[in-house]
């Protein structure tokens, strides 16, 4: 059975041709799909009978099942999804007053190993499929909850399985599927640099970079793939999009208690960025079981934003969301003791 989720607008439109059929007859697939949410052939009436019977029995619109739904006091979902071959992964919604954004897994578990992540402590299975990618996007927003935004910020290392992102990525900011901004659709990388080269060559969304560290000597130590890609690289991929897209990069940096939180780090911090185009949004580290890392306090988080602020560097705390849940940034483990 091929999954019509796999395609983006350019091969559906292929798929179609190659059916004998003409081109818009993906355009009106992906209506009944995305902004209508049917999956039985039989009921999609602007196609021959013909066609209809080809789709039932070759075809099948397919996400990943809900397998278990939590929810946090502050509002925040978590779900566990079931893929066909039993996998399981993560997705999470977290409601706003004027917006809803969901954080979609990539792949299930990480190779990056990073040292204060639940999902590097999983190590990696394997890669999602576009239809498992968008399928989590399809699939909330058919439960009828309000996807303004999505950051791909779940489980897994997103560039390296661009091949599978990017029409997935497509797909979310087609106005024939979801429509969404390409300001409202953030992939978020350890900073794979010839893959964040690849990623804005290719596509509109807008790059987050987990940074976490002012210098190399820090951030080997969290990130076993700043070995490859030093600080200095990925701070000139970060030029080169910014100069590319004319936008600017995020720059994620979690706050790890006497690691990398002091004073002297925020300044080193505002060295580093001096001419690099962006934002910086400072993450609260939140603890799974078996981690030694501490959370910085929130007074320390403010006195580095405050370094940052001055310096002209504009700068975001995220809020801790959905941590009763364990559901906040760095948590998804997807491991089945959940269900
Ligand atoms: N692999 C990608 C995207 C998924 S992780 C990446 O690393 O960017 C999304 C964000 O959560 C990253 O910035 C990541 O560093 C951060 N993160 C991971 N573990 C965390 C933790 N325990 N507390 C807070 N943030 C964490
Ligand atoms: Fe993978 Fe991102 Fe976690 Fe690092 S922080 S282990 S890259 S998911």
Redesign the pocket.
Known sequence: MINLLNFNRVSLRDFFVELGEKPFRGDQMLKWIYHEYLTDFSQMNNLSQKLRDYLSKNTIVSAPKIVKEQVSTDGVIKWLLQLDDGELIETVFIPEKTRGTLCIS?QVG?A?G?K?????KLGFKRNLTTAEIIGQVWLVRQLRYKVTNVV???????LLNIDNMLPALDLMMEDLACGLSKYRVTV???GIVPLMDKLFKASDASL???L?APNDEIREKLIPMNQHYPIADIIAACKRFFENKKRKVII?Y?MLDKINDQKKHAKELVRLLEGVPCKVNL??????PG?S?QASDDETIRAFQDVLMKAGVRTMQRRRRGADIQA????LAGNSRNI
């Open positions: 990539s990480c990056m990073c204060f992540c639940a999902t590097g791909v910020m779940g489980m897994g290392e997103p978020s990388t350890v987050a970079v987990s976490h994620e979690v993450i609260p580290f939140n603890a799974s981690f890392y906040a940034c760095g948590q």
